[in-house]
């Protein structure tokens, strides 16, 4: 049963109503503020332009993931067409995705987990399509032109662009500032008591951004889905980034064949954002990780230790299958964990945290990899593996 509460404010404003649901308190954690009420929709549809800035964030991703999933492909000839070791291809692996306004945006939408889902499926989606392109570029002909490569996402990323202004026209350009003598009179009665009404339901145009950062910071579940995302996108990268060299050198694979591989992993991820979301739902969160993570550490010691290439290509696909839903369950659990007021604020600090794991786990990688040799990959993704389960919690 639901108890709908009218607040009277000030003279001149109008009331609002809000439906105070009834059910179980559970007061909010240590340095973590309670979510404020959410004012009533009665409007459940999301318009055309919604739909259009959603088909942005997710070709967004598919540019991004086009990027990132290209990579382990294309190692094996950077390394030998440059004669460089390792340790300096391996500071191009980190690179940061679109993710952090895309999830921000998304998430405040109707039905987010939907939309979520499925930009993240988008991400995935050019994962899978950038091996597939950048490896028969790259084997094409009796010398590798594997450069060219990055004229296809030079083409989408023009694309891109071009859609994100389209979709987003409406807050791209400045605003012509107006005097405090003309605004009162350039906006009639009913626009100025909208104006008045929406800025209660959002965050007051005074309030400091170094207060909010700073309420941010101090929270401590900011800090745990941080560092989850910090080793989730490190173990990610550097699975789909190494698994080419690894291959080749340690299991004298073909090279023009093994650039396939990462697109078994990413195709795997793709399927279990798809596949796996429900029972993660259904089940719990903290289980499902656990089963997943522990699933995640025996496939990729498989791949590390049994001398078959099949065997080992039929591992990296099954991890990550299972390593698949980590992201949307991480960005649905902070979704819960975070005040309304903090949200976007503490999503962008996890964004730019994972962001930082997905360049320092390939960068130490290749550090190891040229002090000890390709063959030592495996052990630092088992490493980053068993520390998700822990964040989660």
């Known amino acids: 049963m639901a108890t709908t509460t009218t607040t009277q404010l000030e003279p001149g404003r109008v009331s609002e109503t809000y439906e105070l649901a009834s059910g179980p308190y559970s007061s909010p954690r240590d340095g973590e503020e309670p979510p404020v009420p959410q004012i009533n929709s009665t409007d459940s549809k999301i318009d055309r332009a919604t739909y259009l800035k959603i088909t942005s964030a997710a070709f967004s991703f598919f540019v991004a993931g086009v990027n990132d999933g290209s990579f382990g492909a ?3 000839y950077v390394i030998r067409d440059y004669g460089i070791n390792t340790a300096i291809v391996s500071s191009v692996l980190g690179q940061a995705y679109q993710d952090t306004h895309g999830n921000t945006f998304v998430a405040g939408t109707k039905g987010a987990h939907r939309w979520l889902a499925v930009i993240h499926a988008m991400y995935m989606a050019g994962c899978l399509c950038g091996p597939f392109v950048a490896t028969a570029i790259a084997s094409s002909g009796d010398k590798s032109h594997w450069y060219l490569f990055y004229c296809f996402p030079l083409a989408i990323g023009l694309f891109n662009v071009a859609l994100v202004f389209t979709a987003f026209r409406d807050t791209v350009g400045f605003k012509r500032k ?22 209660t339901a959002n965050i007051s145009k005074d309030e400091d951004a170094f207060t909010l950062i700073k309420d941010t910071l101090r929270t401590r579940s900011v800090w745990l889905l941080s560092l989850f995302f910090f080793c989730f996108l490190g173990a990610t990268l550097t699975a789909s980034g190494w698994v080419v060299e690894y291959l080749v050198v340690v299991r ?18 793709l399927l279990g954002r798809l596949l796996l979301a429900e029972p993660t739902h259904r089940f719990g969160a903290r289980m499902m990780i656990f089963i997943f993570s522990v699933l995640s550490i025996g496939l990729q010691v498989l791949f590390w230790l049994i001398p078959n290439i099949i065997a080992a290509s039929i591992s990296i696909s099954l991890l990550g299958f299972f390593m698949g839903p ?3 369950t991480g960005i649905s ?5 975070f005040s309304p ?6 999503l962008a600090f996890v964004f730019v945290f994972a962001q ?9 990688t290749g550090l190891i990899a040229a002090r000890a040799g390709v063959a030592a990959v495996g052990h630092k993704i088992v490493e980053a593996t068993p520390r998700l389960e822990e964040d989660i919690r």
Do not use: W
């Open 333 to 337: 659990v902070g979704s819960k964990l």
């Open 74 to 76: 294309l190692v094996p």
């Open 356 to 364: 930082l794991g997905g360049c320092f786990f390939p960068i130490v």
């Open 326 to 328: 980590f992201f949307a």
């Open 341 to 346: 007021r903090l949200q976007s604020t503490a």
């Open 178 to 199: 107006q005097s405090p003598n003309n605004s009162a009179t350039a906006m009639d009665t009913e626009t100025a008591v909208e104006a008045e009404h929406s800025s």
């Open 252 to 269: 004298d694979g073909d090279l023009s064949q093994m650039g396939y591989i990462p697109a078994g992993f990413n195709g795997g991820a």
